[in-house]
């Protein structure tokens, strides 16, 4: 069975700094991996998805994602963080059986930027 | 930027009364998805549907559980007789196709309150 795991509840970090968010993946077959932003009374936003290629995958907001097939991670990260960042990421993998596909998400890690 | 809508974003219920969430998908795309996440927990898939019938379905979506698109816009989830653990956030999701690349793209979610 597929399934995410986002180990931390929250992150702080200063505004300017750099920022990691946890995801580690359990897949039989390909990892289709993807990350997602919540925030306050919005949808899920789609940042950025790995499918195959570059380990490095670079997405909206000038987020970015390493995909560690040994170390079976999907760190999301971002050089600089803004106060604006501040919100709910979600990691989630693509369960492709019977083609009409489901996404098993994570628990979310609530990242807070500090001014 | 299309998105995908959800009315209302907070109901109220009493148990055992029926509830009908309401979503507008994105206009061109052709397969709608239900999640839901429980307050502290994982977004959980429900039901997938394509072509005005259930692609597949969860363990969760249980005989209560109906989906309708009764016209050309909306996606409903019904839910026959409301319980206390029904109480959650649903999340409806559209997406264009279901290659390996096409993206699920989420609205912003209708919390449910069964009291």
């Known amino acids: 069975a597929q399934s995410v795991a986002q180990p931390e509840d929250q992150v702080n970090v200063a505004e300017g700094n750099p920022l990691t968010v946890k995801c580690t993946y359990s897949?039989?077959?390909?990892?289709?991996l993807f990350w997602y932003v919540q925030y306050p009374n919005r949808g899920l936003q789609f940042l950025l998805k790995?499918?195959?290629?570059?380990?490095l995958v670079k997405g909206s907001y000038g987020f970015e994602a390493e995909f560690n097939k040994s170390q079976t991670s999907f760190h999301l990260k971002k050089p600089s963080a803004l106060v604006s960042d501040s919100a709910l990421y979600f990691c989630a993998v693509r369960d492709m059986k019977y083609n009409f596909n489901k996404f098993y998400f994570g628990s979310g890690t609530k990242l807070n930027v500090k001014p | 930027e299309p998105e995908v809508t959800q009315t209302p974003s907070h109901q109220v219920t009493q148990m055992g009364q029926e509830v009908i969430l309401r979503c507008v998908p994105i206009s061109n795309h052709l397969y709608f998805y239900w999640y839901r996440q429980i307050l502290g927990q994982k977004v959980e898939f429900l039901v997938s549907?394509?072509?005005?019938?259930?692609?597949?379905k969860s363990e969760i979506f249980d005989d209560q559980f109906s989906v309708e698109r009764p016209d050309g816009s909306n996606f409903t989830l019904k839910i026959r007789s409301t319980k206390l653990e029904d109480s959650a956030m649903y999340f409806c999701?559209?997406?264009?196709?279901?290659?390996?690349?096409?993206?699920?793209?989420f609205g912003p979610g209708t919390r449910l309150t069964v009291l």
């Open positions: 549907f394509y072509n005005n019938e259930i692609s597949e």
């Open positions: 999701a559209s997406g264009a196709g279901t290659g390996v690349t096409d993206t699920q793209y």
């Open positions: 897949v039989s077959g390909n990892p289709y």
């Open positions: 790995y499918i195959t290629g570059d380990n």
